[in-house]
């Protein structure tokens, strides 16, 4: 996978500013506001800064945390897991492997009746789906 490369003013100048602030700032939507929190259709989840895979929708399932949740990435090089310590407490941000952008977090052991018991809690602005 090539990886994608720009400058801050050229991400500046591709994104909204909303999707600046979460992609590029490591930001975060407000719960239950994004476009894919309960959508159901069928497709693939791709980043909405330079088009990567990320999730398939049959991975993707109701958490009830406000944000679309998944058990898996699409391949498990899609997107890379980097340990993050900004609010005080320890958790497991996902970035997009091709493009560097930040995409949410992951967490695992919540009891989720999933085949792997993690919850790749993810923002609906960093996505673009593609309906099969």
């Excluded at 602030?21 to 930001?27: D, N």
Aim: proline fraction near 5%; hydrophobic fraction near 30%; aromatic fraction near 10%.
């Amino acid at each position: 996978m090539d990886k994608v490369v720009k400058s801050e003013a050229q991400w500046r100048e591709q994104l909204t500013p909303e999707e600046y602030h979460v992609l590029r700032e490591a930001g975060t939507e407000r719960a239950w506001t994004g476009e894919y929190v309960q959508t159901k259709t069928a497709g693939v989840y791709s980043c909405r800064a330079c088009g990567a895979e990320l999730f398939r929708s049959a991975t993707k399932f109701d958490s009830h945390c406000g944000w679309p949740s998944f058990y898996q990435p699409s391949e498990s090089d899609a997107v890379v897991l980097l340990e993050d310590r900004s609010l005080g407490t320890i958790r497991t941000e996902v970035r997009c492997a091709r493009c560097d952008s930040h995409l949410g977090h992951v967490f695992h052991g919540e009891g989720y009746p999933t085949p792997t018991d993690d919850r790749y809690c993810i923002n609906s602005v960093c996505l673009t789906l593609l309906p099969e």
